[in-house]
């Protein structure tokens, strides 16, 4: 059974840091791009950060370059999401992504950011 497990997620004050993890199980991990999206209130789900190949070629949404970083671990089927200098406007849900190149898609359930000013 596929699943993506994300954990790190909750209230921090603006200026503020936290770390989103995300566990996979259920298929090879490695072989899969990694990303986080996230969904900020009454807006569509976009692109925070992707982790294209295992040879780092990553991408990030605009609103969050230079102050978020992603990173995986292949050993512990994990990926990271390092974000600091946090604005009230990342508040949103932090979804999970994996996506094999081809046809697999699979989603994490999402965990809470919300950032205080």
């Known amino acids: 059974q596929v699943r993506l497990e994300e954990s790190g997620g909750g209230v921090v004050h603006a200026g503020g840091s936290l770390r989103l993890s995300c566990t996979a199980s259920?298929?090879?991990?490695?072989?899969?791009?990694m990303s986080w999206y996230r969904q900020r209130p009454g807006q569509k789900r976009e692109l925070v950060a992707g982790l294209r190949r295992a040879d780092g070629e990553i991408e990030y949404g605009d609103a969050v370059k230079g102050r978020f970083t992603i990173d995986r671990d292949d050993a512990q089927n994990t990926v990271y999401l390092e974000m600091k200098a946090l604005k009230p406007d990342d508040t949103a849900v932090y979804y999970c992504?994996?996506?094999?190149?081809?046809?697999?898609?699979?989603w994490g359930q999402g965990t809470q950011v919300t950032v205080s000013s």
């Open positions: 992504h994996a996506w094999n190149y081809g046809p697999l898609i699979y």
């Open positions: 259920g298929f090879v991990f490695s072989g899969y791009a």
